[in-house]
Structures are given as C-alpha cells and as structure tokens.
C-alpha cells in the first residue's frame, strides 16, 4: 500500500498536480536541486524530468509578476486615498 501511495504522489508532483491522501499531506522537500519524498521511511531520491525546471521557472516568474501587478494596484490606491485627504483638507 505505502508503495503504491509512494510512486502516486511522485507522479502527481511529477505532473505538477498537487495530491493529498485522506490520512496525511504529503511534503516534498528540496535538498541539492533533488527532491525527496518525506513520506517513505528513507527519503526516496527522486530528480525532475527534462523540461520540468522549466516549467516550474516559468509559473515562478509568472507568479512573481502577479505579485508586483498587485503591489502597484495597491500602491495607486493608497497614493489615490492620499490624494482625497489632502482634497478634503483643503
């Protein structure tokens, strides 16, 4: 049983899905740019396929562009608020 949840987890991280079992999350930690599976008794060393890296450099860099998006949108709102109070002094 632990085999099989084992090589299902590796292949849903493999995918880039996330899995969760009904019992515990699993966690995968980084060690060396390999991955090991904290679940397995001894850590399973497991590397990513070619073009994984990739992949995942791009969701960073997108991920970090939503956060510098959102940063501005609220910097332009509180620069606006800014703005009114000063309007309202007057």
Do not use: C, D, Q
Not at 26 to 39: P, R, V
Not at 49 to 55: I, K, R
Request: proline content about 1%; hydrophobic content about 20%.
């Amino acid at each position: 049983m632990h085999s099989a949840i084992k090589r299902v987890e590796l292949v849903s991280y493999a995918t880039g899905t996330k899995y969760e079992t009904i019992k515990r999350r699993i966690t995968l930690g980084e060690k060396n740019g390999k991955f090991y599976n904290s679940f397995a008794k001894s850590a399973a060393l497991w590397e990513p396929e070619e073009g994984m890296e990739e992949e995942e450099e791009e969701e960073e860099e997108e991920e970090e562009e939503e956060e510098e998006e959102e940063e501005e949108e609220e910097e332009e709102g509180e620069e606006e608020e800014e703005e009114e109070e000063e309007e309202e002094e007057e």
